[in-house]
């Protein structure tokens, strides 16, 4: 439990400052070029690299890279050295023919991610956007890689603080057009003011993937090119990847009726579509981004080393000890989100060319995606229970369902409701697919592992919820009160209730916690009074 927690806190730290830097990137976004027609055809343009990129890597590295570089570390004489270097000259290759693809068949891609006319002045403007920013997938795809390697050498400090550079280049790109650019009227913009915003963009991803790159020669690592794939093991990564890529191409199929749909609405009401659905989603991910990944990152190794010596308790013990710490920090942030997204929203989002009705908006649809925080999470790291085993293929059914159910939630919601609570309907599509898919992930994974600890976890969370309520009383007062007395939730107002309810709301936590006994948390006040008493 220490030494992960020491692993996760390193991670932590980096990811909380990159998420941060990515709340001002947003911010500035926002206030830049607003969440109407030009946010939505940046942000429609700004998804589709990393769509592809998850179908062509992202998908497979934690499942099978990551696993198959631990084998050739353990078992091959050089230390797995070659095969690196060889994975990364084929990744090279492959990706920058597959960016100069994408760019070509732009406008393509753009009418397969959105409903909009072809010709249309949204659609134009996403494709020249989309030309600009699709180069990124190759310095993306080999910084991803890069840092998949830093991992298994138990060097997590890299590749989460890489993206704070990637997010620190952007908003000096958008602080730039907001000074020289032809503000957020789509109409106005010219071809000069999308070059910048695109390829500052990419320029992003490109001081992200170098910090990475000098990171690996900092470990010892030396790049030689390899091009002899017959010892890339490619045939054996394929047959492990194979359905692993499969549920990417499964989620991202509901990822494209979702920016469908959520472009459809804002054909109907301006300021209700895809930008409204990216920034709150965004914001959900935080989180999970933040306390998720790094626990998961920190845990994958080591779950596949433990079964590889077929050490099952070992498996168990850190599967089980995973949930319970991500879980003691997800419960009482999900009923934070669900109680104060407006609050979170418009000091973000409101300014400059977004309204503040724009931004409470997106706050509504944060309050929705606070009811899938948790059960994402704990979706999230079943799936790498499977994977750990080596199992790629469970993963592409448990998926393929929870897509499913999710895309026959979002039709029906998009269907029975208003445009203007449509993208509201695709966030509880979502945390309705999402709780379903864990409970049917955990039964599948209970049974590869020979259990989990059910019982255990299921108590935890419960003692989690119980200790949570009182902050999400004190949150709601704070909303109550605020808004009963000063009117509204504008800057000033949002900001107190953020300090009231939000930390306040937290330390009460902690503190109910810690008297509860709950271990977790007090693991987390002991590691933080000692860091602070240095």
Same mark, same amino acid.
């Given at each position: %439990?220490?030494?992960?927690? *020491?692993?996760?806190?390193?991670?932590?730290?980096?990811?909380?400052?990159?998420?941060?830097?990515?709340?001002?990137?947003?911010?500035?976004?926002?206030?830049?070029?607003?969440?109407?027609?030009?946010?939505?055809?940046?942000?429609?343009?700004?998804?589709?690299?990393?769509?592809?990129?998850?179908?062509?890597?992202?998908?497979?590295?934690?499942?099978?890279?990551?696993?198959?570089?631990?084998?050739?570390?353990? $078992?091959?004489?050089?230390?797995?050295?070659?095969?690196?270097?060889?994975?990364?000259?084929?990744?090279?290759?492959?990706?920058?023919?597959?960016?100069?693809?994408?760019?070509?068949?732009?406008? @393509?891609?753009?009418?397969?991610?959105?409903?909009?006319?072809?010709?249309?002045?949204?659609?134009?403007?996403?494709?020249?956007?989309?030309?600009?920013?699709?180069?990124?997938?190759?310095?993306?795809?080999?910084?991803?890689?890069?840092?998949?390697?830093?991992?298994?050498?138990?060097?997590?400090?890299?590749?989460?603080?890489?993206?704070?550079?990637?997010? @620190?280049?952007?908003?000096?790109?958008?602080?730039?057009?907001?000074?020289?650019?032809?503000?957020?009227?789509?109409?106005?913009?010219? !071809?000069?003011?999308?070059?910048?915003?695109?390829?500052?963009?990419?320029?992003?991803?490109?001081?992200?993937?170098?910090?990475?790159?000098?990171?690996?020669?900092?470990?010892?690592?030396?790049?030689?090119?390899?091009?002899?794939?017959?010892?890339? *093991? @490619?045939?054996?990564?394929?047959?492990?990847?194979?359905?692993?890529?499969?549920?990417?191409?499964?989620?991202?199929?509901?990822?494209?009726?979702? !920016?469908?749909?959520?472009?459809?609405?804002?054909?109907?009401?301006?300021? $209700?579509?895809?930008?409204?659905?990216?920034?709150?989603?965004?914001?959900?991910?935080?989180?999970?981004?933040?306390?998720?990944?790094?626990?998961?990152?920190?845990?994958?190794?080591?779950?596949? *080393?433990?079964?590889?010596?077929?050490?099952?308790?070992?498996?168990?013990?850190?599967?089980?000890?995973?949930?319970?710490?991500?879980?003691?920090?997800?419960?009482?942030?999900?009923?934070?989100?669900?109680?104060?997204?407006?609050?979170?929203?418009?000091?973000?989002?409101? $300014?400059?060319?977004?309204?503040?009705?724009?931004?409470?908006?997106?706050?509504?649809?944060?309050?929705?995606?606070?009811?899938?925080?948790?059960?994402?999470?704990?979706?999230?790291?079943?799936?790498?229970?499977?994977?750990?085993?080596?199992?790629?293929?469970?993963?592409?059914?448990?998926?393929?369902?929870?897509?499913?159910?999710?895309?026959?939630?979002?039709?029906?919601?998009?269907?029975?409701?208003?445009?203007?609570?449509?993208?509201?309907?695709?966030?509880?599509?979502?945390?309705?697919?999402?709780?379903?898919?864990?409970?049917?992930?955990?039964?599948?994974?209970?049974?590869?592992?020979?259990?989990?600890?059910?019982?255990?976890?299921?108590?935890?969370?419960?003692?989690?919820?119980?200790?949570?309520?009182? !902050?999400?009383?004190?949150? @709601?007062?704070?909303?109550?009160?605020?808004?009963?007395?000063?009117?509204?939730?504008?800057?000033?107002?949002?900001?107190?209730?953020?300090?009231?309810?939000?930390?306040?709301? %937290?330390?009460?936590?902690?503190?109910?916690? $810690? *008297? %509860?006994?709950?271990?977790?948390?007090?693991?987390?006040?002991? %590691?933080?009074?000692?860091?602070?008493?240095?």
């Amino acid at each position: %439990m220490s030494r992960m927690m *020491r692993a996760s806190a390193i991670m932590a730290a980096g990811t909380m400052v990159s998420r941060v830097t990515g709340f001002v990137r947003t911010m500035v976004l926002a206030y830049a070029i607003g969440t109407s027609a030009l946010g939505d055809s940046y942000n429609a343009a700004y998804a589709i690299p990393y769509s592809i990129l998850d179908l062509l890597l992202l998908g497979v590295l934690s499942s099978v890279i990551v696993p198959m570089i631990v084998r050739a570390q353990q $078992h091959d004489p050089d230390g797995g050295r070659a095969y690196e270097q060889r994975l990364l000259t084929i990744t090279t290759v492959v990706l920058i023919v597959v960016a100069a693809a994408g760019t070509l068949a732009a406008p @393509l891609l753009i009418d397969l991610y959105t409903d909009w006319d072809a010709g249309s002045t949204k659609y134009e403007v996403a494709v020249m956007l989309a030309r600009f920013i699709l180069p990124q997938l190759a310095f993306f795809g080999v910084g991803a890689v890069a840092g998949a390697i830093l991992n298994t050498r138990d060097r997590y400090g890299a590749p989460m603080w890489a993206p704070v550079l990637n997010n @620190l280049v952007v908003i000096c790109v958008f602080l730039l057009y907001v000074v020289v650019g032809s503000g957020d009227e789509i109409q106005a913009v010219t !071809t000069g003011d999308l070059a910048l915003l695109g390829l500052g963009t990419t320029a992003g991803i490109v001081a992200q993937a170098a910090v990475l790159i000098v990171a690996l020669r900092r470990v010892g690592f030396s790049f030689v090119p390899r091009f002899d794939v017959r010892n890339a *093991r @490619l045939g054996e990564m394929t047959k492990a990847g194979s359905w692993t890529i499969g549920y990417v191409v499964v989620t991202q199929l509901g990822f494209m009726l979702t !920016t469908n749909l959520a472009s459809s609405a804002s054909n109907v009401v301006e300021g $209700h579509g895809i930008s409204a659905y990216t920034l709150a989603f965004q914001l959900f991910q935080l989180p999970y981004g933040v306390i998720g990944v790094s626990v998961i990152t920190a845990m994958l190794p080591r779950m596949s *080393r433990a079964v590889s010596d077929g050490r099952m308790d070992d498996v168990r013990s850190e599967f089980g000890s995973s949930v319970r710490l991500v879980c003691s920090l997800m419960v009482p942030v999900s009923l934070l989100l669900m109680v104060l997204g407006p609050a979170i929203t418009v000091p973000i989002y409101g $300014h400059g060319a977004n309204s503040v009705a724009d931004a409470v908006y997106i706050g509504n649809v944060l309050q929705v995606y606070g009811l899938a925080l948790v059960p994402f999470a704990v979706f999230q790291l079943l799936l790498r229970v499977f994977y750990s085993f080596g199992d790629t293929r469970t993963p592409v059914f448990i998926g393929a369902g929870t897509t499913a159910v999710n895309a026959l939630f979002m039709v029906v919601f998009f269907t029975l409701l208003p445009a203007r609570y449509a993208v509201m309907g695709l966030a509880l599509a979502y945390a309705i697919a999402y709780g379903l898919g864990a409970v049917l992930a955990w039964w599948l994974a209970g049974r590869r592992a020979r259990g989990l600890g059910g019982w255990a976890v299921g108590m935890a969370l419960t003692r989690m919820y119980l200790a949570a309520m009182p !902050t999400a009383v004190l949150a @709601l007062a704070a909303v109550w009160v605020v808004t009963g007395v000063f009117g509204g939730l504008g800057f000033l107002n949002s900001l107190i209730v953020l300090a009231v309810g939000g930390g306040l709301g %937290m330390l009460l936590y902690l503190g109910v916690a $810690h *008297r %509860m006994r709950i271990p977790e948390v007090n693991s987390i006040v002991g %590691m933080v009074a000692r860091r602070v008493g240095r």
